[in-house]
């Protein structure tokens, strides 16, 4: 049976002392409003309650992913590199929506106390870095795969350079064609395999 709240139930209203009358009342309000599939009217208010506040949330992260988003998208069109940004004294790059991706989660775990749900801000913004990573890398490597199969490379072979339709501005040499364009380069024989280069800069 279900109970009526946290400290109620039905059967300490039984043993209340209460009216037959009233307790059988409140065994059918309950059964048709608190149960699991009851549809009383009351269980259909809170169906959608449950449904408003779903919507909210899901406007809410949309909102924070479409802000992330933004803020990734800028810091990738105004450096030279794009999202992957040199390490100094080294040739290696530091994604920094991986980096984002990281943080967020972090971030969101310690704040998760904090008001106005500022630790699930965090972590949304987490996800979006780590979205935006996961297509980034993932395209990159699939047209890599394709420009390196159209020209006819074969096992064995290598080839350097970041293809047309890149997302990546960073060749993971420390070099790169352009600013705020797709970098495109030339794939040569006897050079470093850019899957290779792509995984050593994650």
């Not at 990734?72 to 450096?79: E, K, N």
């Not at 004294?89 to 530091?94: D, E, L, P, Q, Y």
């Not at 960073?170 to 064609?177: I, K, N």
Request: hydrophobic share 40%; with cysteine.
């Amino acid at each position: 049976m279900a109970d009526l709240t946290p400290t109620l139930t039905i059967h300490a209203a039984e043993k209340s002392g209460a009216p037959t009358a009233a307790i059988r009342t409140i065994k059918q309000w309950a059964e048709s409003n608190l149960v699991p599939g009851s549809t009383g009217y009351g269980a259909s208010i809170a169906k959608v309650k449950l449904h408003g506040v779903a919507f909210a949330q899901g406007v809410r992260a949309s909102g924070e992913g479409a802000v992330f988003g933004a803020i990734l998208g800028g810091v990738h069109g105004a450096l030279p590199q794009g999202l992957d940004i040199p390490i100094p004294g080294t040739k290696s790059h530091m994604p920094a929506d991986g980096l984002g991706a990281l943080l967020g989660i972090v971030a969101g775990t310690f704040a998760a106390a904090e008001p106005y749900g500022i630790g699930q801000t965090l972590s949304n913004g987490g996800a979006s870095c780590a979205t935006v990573f996961s297509f980034r890398k993932m395209n990159d490597l699939m047209v890599n795969l394709k420009a390196r199969k159209a020209a006819g490379f074969r096992p064995g072979e290598v080839s350097v350079g970041v293809a047309p339709g890149t997302i990546s501005k960073a060749t993971f040499t420390g070099e790169s064609e352009g600013t705020g364009r797709r970098a495109v380069g030339t794939f040569a024989k006897g050079s470093e395999d850019p899957v290779v280069a792509a995984a050593r800069g994650v």
